[in-house]
């Protein structure tokens, strides 16, 4: 089983940074994807970017290429989202999520993820 915490998270002005952490512990990531999701209040899940552990293969929604990247510390277990040019529509509390390359459903404590809002 997997343990991921997130941080990072904070308050923004428009067109600000900001960067935030998964610290992954429990297992060898060897063979998982990683990826980046965020919930607006009233609005679905959405996903945002994942990471193929083992060769660090990206992939992004259309919603955030660009601006947001997601990268990878083998050495530290750790997983991050570097946010660019930040607008009030990225305001959201965001999860990272773990999937086995041999599954489609990812796992995350979606009760806890932390909160990204933006001002303009």
């Known amino acids: 089983q997997v343990q991921l915490v997130e941080s990072g998270g904070g308050l923004v002005q428009a067109g600000g940074s900001l960067r935030l952490s998964c610290a992954a512990s429990?297992?060898?990531?060897?063979?998982?994807?990683m990826g980046w999701f965020r919930q607006a209040p009233g609005k679905e899940r959405e996903f945002l970017a994942s990471?193929?552990?083992?060769?660090?293969?990206?992939y992004y929604a259309d919603s955030v290429r660009g601006r947001f990247t997601i990268s990878r510390d083998s050495a530290k277990n750790t997983m991050y989202l570097q946010m660019n040019s930040l607008n009030p529509e990225d305001t959201a509390v965001y999860y990272c999520?773990?999937?086995?390359?041999?599954?489609?459903?990812?796992?995350?404590?979606w009760g806890q993820g932390t909160q990204v809002t933006v001002y303009s």
């Open positions: 999520a773990v999937r086995n390359a041999g599954s489609t459903a990812w796992r995350a404590d």
């Open positions: 429990g297992r060898t990531l060897s063979g998982y994807f």
């Open positions: 990471i193929f552990w083992s060769n660090g293969i990206t």
